[in-house]
């Protein structure tokens, strides 16, 4: 958060760095680096974290000597090779030791609390280190379930969305396995509460709860840098720019469009086309783009997107729904989950014109809580556009509020004849 608001923090993402490399203990982290060193889960959770901030800074500056060649390629710039040079995040030694931590920790209470036989081994538990056992500084409960300990679950789940661990760890479905023990501890009042109390009060035991249900990637941007860190080891030994060359610089995990093609430097040479294009000529290539056939058209489009300002922008976004239009429902249904939001935003769009566009109300609906402007107003339009209804949500709603909405477009939904 300090860096997004230019405050110079690097110094201090070093020291935790430092922190973390320096206190690590069979397989995980204790709460102090004091005796008595004992890990324990959340502080395992933290202690990976940290290392994701750390793998995320250098991974930022790593990226500075990156660039995408003409044919969509990752490449070195320049000839200072030791500016990528790094591992994938996911192959430090201590991050590896840290999630196999976690994986025992799952294993030790997938069909429930264990006879004091935690990840430490038979007889250990996980003693806090304040002694009175428990899980961690002052969590009562001895031998309760760890999905009881709110805390840990959104550590939990924080390291699994940092660290793009996907469906499993270990052999274990960790969300299945903590979501399937939290839908039926929840109270009657929409609660949830860390070993039968609220250790943190009931509101930070239910915020903790809903995160974990939700799987919240709460800091996508070091989500994505990580993922783009670890690109950048598939890499070529040796490549270097062309005089002249301006290629552009990589900014995340997906830098390239993800509409599939076969011929990526046509796109990209269209794409820049247009960028420079003026006046009657830009439009003329908006048209062109438009109406012909073939992917690198639509590739060409969602590139020039960002680049470009005002009406030219709005323009080439109409242009891009209406090429979506032509597609197939389940194609379009894969783009209104891509992550890029310009894709998704397109698609929506788009399927107000497909001929399949009722099939696609349903998914219109799910789109209406989308985190992007570009995303749920576009899809609104289309449901508009399809049903002659208006369900909301407004502009400048709140996501509650759009949730209200959808809830609104669904129940409608149900009412009608068969879909």
């Not at 939001?341 to 989308?370: F, T």
Request: glycine share 12%; proline share 6%.
């Amino acid at each position: 958060s300090a860096r997004r608001h230019g405050v110079p923090v690097e110094n201090a993402l070093k020291r935790v760095e430092a922190r973390f490399r320096t206190t690590h203990i069979g397989g995980g982290w204790p709460y102090m680096n004091a005796p008595p060193l004992v890990p324990t889960p959340s502080m395992t959770c933290v202690g990976l974290l940290g290392l994701a901030v750390a793998s995320g800074m250098n991974g930022e500056r790593r990226m500075k000597g990156v660039a995408i060649d003409p044919d969509g390629k990752l490449k070195v710039r320049g000839s200072d090779k030791s500016r990528v040079a790094g591992t994938n995040p996911l192959a430090d030694p201590l991050v590896q030791n840290g999630l196999k931590f976690l994986e025992r920790t799952l294993a030790a209470y997938r069909g429930g609390p264990p006879q004091n036989n935690g990840p430490m081994g038979a007889g250990a538990g996980f003693a806090g280190p304040m002694g009175g056992g428990g899980f961690g500084v002052g969590r009562p409960g001895g031998n309760a379930d760890i999905r009881d300990d709110l805390y840990f679950m959104w550590c939990l789940e924080r390291v699994c969305m940092v660290f793009d661990i996907g469906q499993t760890l270990g052999k274990i479905d960790w969300h299945q396995w903590g979501s399937s023990y939290l839908m039926g501890t929840q109270q009657g009042n929409g609660s949830w509460m860390s070993h039968g109390q609220h250790v943190g009060g009931p509101v930070a035991d239910t915020a903790f709860g809903l995160m974990f249900m939700c799987r919240s990637n709460i800091i996508r941007d070091l989500n994505k840098v990580l993922k783009a860190t670890a690109d950048l080891d598939k890499l070529p030994k040796a490549s270097e720019d062309k005089p002249g060359d301006k290629p552009k610089e990589v900014a995340g995990n997906n830098p390239m469009p993800t509409v599939p093609t076969a011929a990526p430097s046509k796109a990209v040479t269209m794409a820049k086309a247009l960028v420079q294009a003026k006046g009657a000529e830009r439009t003329k290539l908006i048209k062109e783009y438009t109406e012909e056939k073939g992917v690198d058209y639509s590739q060409a489009l969602l590139q020039a997107i960002p680049q470009l300002t005002g009406e030219d922008q709005k323009a080439t976004r109409y242009a891009l729904a209406e090429r979506m239009g032509r597609m197939t429902a389940d194609t379009l249904r894969k783009y209104m989950s891509d992550d890029n939001p310009e894709l998704r935003s397109a698609a929506c769009w788009g399927a107000a014109n497909s001929d399949e566009s009722k099939s696609l109300i349903a998914d219109l609906i799910k789109a209406l809580e989308d985190d992007e402007d570009i995303v749920w107003a576009k899809a609104r339009l289309s449901l508009k556009h399809i049903s002659g209804k208006n369900f909301g949500p407004k502009d400048g709603d709140s996501p509650a509020k759009r949730k209200e909405a959808a809830a609104l477009w669904l129940a409608w939904w149900k009412t009608q004849p068969a879909k």
